[in-house]
């Protein structure tokens, strides 16, 4: 039996909301979320971000996402409690974007890091016998110190991200390169300083955003939808969940936050971490 009544999304706006630290999975979550924004035909997106950032290609993929898809469909970017470094690159992506006075925001820059345990290693009597095609093969090693030809190397990988973001904030919010740089050196900012600094368009909230959004695209946005994109749980899980709202417990948070930091050394990251 087909059902009669299909849900017209030209009359709604859709939601993807981007939380946390960007990595793999919300890669892949939110590129699924934009190709169904695309297929079903929504006239606007609204793209919350709430998020300090996280690994540099994921973040790229993202904003590159946005940008093809914001040929067809209007796109608002709404930054949240703190939408910084990566964040920041993949709003972007957005038309317009809408900060709270008070979002954190900014810390536009490059950081990569990596861990040196050689003082640990020899009080406990351990050392490593490493057989390398390459002088720089087992560069950023916990083991040891960078060299200084080691750090002149990263020193230009660092260089070379950092110059993608600015060209980018550049572009997206029409500024001259020079003047992204005047501020992009790490440092946060509020929304409203963002707002004087031009990387945001106006102040207000997630509900004001969402107003722009159906006014742009001629919607009357007392009537008109939201229809929040989530990703597809399997069936077992939904059933199990029921309609529980729990919320993850400060230990499992910092596990989150842990398995990033250790799946993430030695990569360049776009990311804030107070």
């Not at 020079?178 to 945001?200: H, K, M, P």
Request: hydrophobic share 40%; glycine share 8%; aromatic share 8%.
């Amino acid at each position: 039996m087909v059902w009669p009544f299909k849900p017209r999304f030209s009359k709604q706006i859709a939601r993807i909301e981007i939380t946390g630290a960007i990595a793999s999975g919300t890669r892949k979550r939110v590129l699924e979320a934009l190709k169904t924004v695309e297929e079903k035909k929504f006239p606007a997106l609204l793209l919350r971000i709430d998020s300090p950032g996280g690994t540099v290609g994921d973040s790229q993929e993202i904003y590159s996402a946005l940008k093809k898809l914001r040929e067809k469909t209007k796109i608002i970017a709404s930054f949240g409690n703190i939408s910084a470094s990566g964040g920041v690159y993949i709003g972007m992506g957005a038309h317009y974007i809408m900060a709270n006075p008070g979002t954190i925001t900014g810390s536009i820059g490059v950081i990569l890091r990596g861990n040196n345990l050689e003082r640990l290693l020899d009080k406990i009597g351990v050392s490593f016998k490493v057989i390398k095609s390459g002088p720089y093969k087992d560069i950023l090693s916990f083991d040891r110190e960078l060299t200084e030809a080691e750090q002149h190397i990263l020193q230009e990988l660092i260089d070379t991200s950092y110059h993608q973001f600015v060209t980018t904030v550049a572009e997206g919010r029409n500024l001259p390169p020079e003047t992204v740089r005047s501020f992009a050196d790490g440092r946060i900012f509020t929304g409203q300083q963002a707002l004087e600094l031009g990387v945001v368009d106006r102040l207000g909230t997630e509900e004001e955003a969402r107003r722009w959004a159906c006014e742009l695209v001629e919607l009357d946005p007392d009537k008109t939808l939201s229809f929040t994109i989530e990703e597809r749980k399997p069936l077992v899980n939904r059933i199990l969940s029921g309609n529980s709202q729990a919320k993850p417990s400060l230990i499992s948070s910092s596990m989150d936050w842990l398995d990033f930091e250790m799946s993430t050394s030695g990569l360049p990251l776009w990311l804030y971490r107070p």
